[in-house]
């Protein structure tokens, strides 16, 4: 795609420079406290979240509004995905899933505004989210089943010979969780947002640009359904390991 | 392939376009991570003590008012059931109480009208002895007047003939003709 855009035409891509994070107030080095483009973002899905869920919920209404039934929605379908998924002694977990839940669905779709920044397409971010629930469940197993929570690696239902080889891989596919989790995340988010911005490019070039926009709608309308689905996978995941960590037995 | 892509632009426009993917630059992860840190802290804190309660609250509100709501209308389609089968018992008894006192009623009828046949029936049977008598009565003495009749007319027709009248063997001669 590079090559074909250097060709004769003379394109400029610059489909990464969206993800780039700057001081959002004048020059200089980024500190660890520095106010980017970033921290403006976090603190609008942060603003986002607050309406939707504290003032669309303010009046109480029996009859829902509008804003107030989405919020109820996604109540009711995190708590039935925590249940079902963890059962009923998980509830009590419900709302460190909600905030994952609902930091992860607002970023991302945040980040579909034009000129907007996505902050769920920084590996760090990701990775950090992931490792919170990667050590957490790991700390709550022991302190839920002690020892008994190696038993997540030993598969008892399994002939007696292979155990030892299974165990293995249990253990390395348990630390290679966090990894997928949340490059899964990362990943599809910044390959959407660059993908857009590469039939953007093409846009400026007469002969293709209505092939362009038409992919850059197809695709939005793409990013729009990866936007909820990646949330969704992330936080079933999240409910999937907090399983295994109160229920570790196979 | 995407750092390829970026590192094509960069030929272009070196200042504009940084090397390799913003994603791993570690020189801005401590900030990213702080940041996160807070904006979670801080969503966590908005559910916990604003969001969740009350949207927990709002649902089992509705959960309750809906079971309410389900129960007064099974009590009310309950009392609407009671309420028509002692309406169709009314009526089947009404219709009943009708049926009964028509029966009775045309019994008391048909009780006079016989009543009141026998009567007419004993009254028409008097009656009509009564005026048989008067016509016997009646016969009889027509009987007697047509002989005092006839025997005057047979002696004025026997004095009109130059004949002798007798008149006892013209009331024998009469006699004997009205019986022959």
Known sequence: ?250 | MTTQSSEAAAGHAAEVAEKGMPQLDFSTFPNQIFWLLVTLVVVYLILTKLALPRISSVLAERQGTITNDLAAAEELKRKAEDAEGAYNKALADARAEAQRIATETRAEIQADLDRAMEKANAEIAAKSAEAAKAIAEIRESAMETVKDVAADVARDVVVALGGKADKRSITAAVNARLKG
Not at chain 1, 25 to 42: C, K
Not at chain 1, 49 to 75: C, D, H, K, N, W
């Open chain 1, 1 to 250: 795609m590079a090559a074909e855009a250097e060709g004769g035409t003379g394109l400029v891509f610059h489909p990464m420079k969206q993800f780039k994070i700057e001081p959002l107030f004048g020059e200089g080095p980024i500190h660890w406290y520095t106010i980017t483009n970033q921290t403006l973002w976090m603190a609008l899905a942060v603003l986002t979240i607050f309406l939707l869920l504290v003032v669309g919920t303010s009046r109480r209404a029996l009859v829902p509004s509008r804003i107030q039934s989405v919020g109820e929605l996604a109540y009711g379908f995190i708590y039935r995905m925590v249940e079902d998924v963890v059962g009923k002694d998980g509830v009590k977990y419900f709302p460190y899933v909600m905030t994952l839940f609902m930091f992860i669905v607002v970023s991302n779709f945040l980040g579909l505004i034009p000129f907007s920044f996505t902050t769920t397409s920084h590996i760090a971010i990701t990775a950090v989210l992931a490792l919170l629930v990667f050590v957490g469940v790991t700390i709550l197993g022991f302190v839920k089943n002690g020892i008994g929570f190696l038993k997540l690696f030993w598969v008892s239902s399994a002939p007696a010979a292979l155990r030892p080889v299974l165990a293995i891989i249990e253990l390395i596919s348990y630390f290679v969780r966090p990894v997928s989790h949340s490059i899964r995340l990362a990943g599809n988010i910044m390959a959407g947002h660059a993908v857009i911005k590469v039939f953007a490019g093409f846009a400026a070039v007469l002969a293709i640009a209505p092939l362009s926009l038409l992919g850059v709608v197809a695709m939005f309308g793409m990013d729009m359904l990866v936007a909820f689905v990646q949330a969704y996978v992330f936080t079933i995941l999240t409910c999937v390991y907090l399983k295994d960590a109160l229920h570790p037995s196979h």
